[in-house]
T-cell receptor
């Protein structure tokens, strides 16, 4: 059964590093894991994607272990404007909703 | 770059009526996705087009839902007849590859 698990919510303070982990068993072996950010009344916005090990861009890092059963989005030194819902997306073989499955999202609240 | 454009932004109608949602993808993108977002079920892929051809429609709930992409710059999602349980935010996304990269701001649909 295609399933992605991520925490429903997380709280943080400005300036802290935040790590959000998705668990995803049995994902396709040859496809990327992708993370998105969503603000209220907007569509999800692409943040970062990776296949394995570590990927870094100007806004985040993504850590993926060798077994690819999880992935961790790392946001360095968060600010109030990082308050949003964060989703991971993975490809499964034979998923009931098609192969592209989103997690249910992690609502990150950043406090001053 | 105008981004993915969806219309209308909001739609309120009575059950039994036909609803048509519209999407203009980013120019040059050859993949288009329709998603539905609800609190209970999160982001669900309804249908995925590549080069105007439906590739995966396994997420379309039932025969009341239909989607078309007559050309590379326009797609519609139609619900006929609509039911209250269809109330949700519907997102269109486009990309140059098999993953949704750029989302529109969605259509908030309320069926009374």
């Amino acid at each position: 059964l295609a399933k992605i698990t991520q925490p429903i919510s997380m709280d943080s303070y400005e300036g802290q590093e935040v790590n959000i982990t998705c668990s995803h068993n049995n994902i396709a072996t040859n496809d990327y894991i992708t993370w998105y950010q969503q603000f209220p009344s907007q569509g999800p916005r692409f943040i970062i994607q990776g296949y394995k090990t570590k990927v870094t861009n100007e806004v985040a890092s993504l850590f993926i272990p060798a077994d690819r059963k999880s992935s961790t989005l790392s946001l360095p030194r968060v600010s109030l404007s990082d308050t949003a819902v964060y989703y991971c997306l993975a490809v499964f073989y034979g998923g009931s909703q098609g192969n592209l499955i989103f997690g249910k999202g992690t609502k990150l609240s950043v406090k001053p | 770059d105008a981004g993915v454009i969806q219309s209308p932004r909001h739609e309120v109608t009575e059950m039994g009526q036909e609803v048509t949602l519209r999407c203009k993808p980013i120019s040059g993108h050859n993949s288009l996705f329709w998603y539905r977002q609800t609190m209970m079920r999160g982001l669900e892929l309804l249908i995925y087009f590549n080069n105007n051809v439906p590739i995966d429609d396994s997420g379309m709930p039932e025969d009341r839902f239909s989607a078309k992409m007559p050309n590379a710059s326009f797609s519609t999602l139609k619900i006929q007849p609509s039911e209250p349980r269809d109330s949700a935010v519907y997102f269109c996304a486009s990309s140059r590859g098999p993953k949704p990269q750029h989302f529109g701001d969605g259509t908030r649909l309320s069926i009374l």
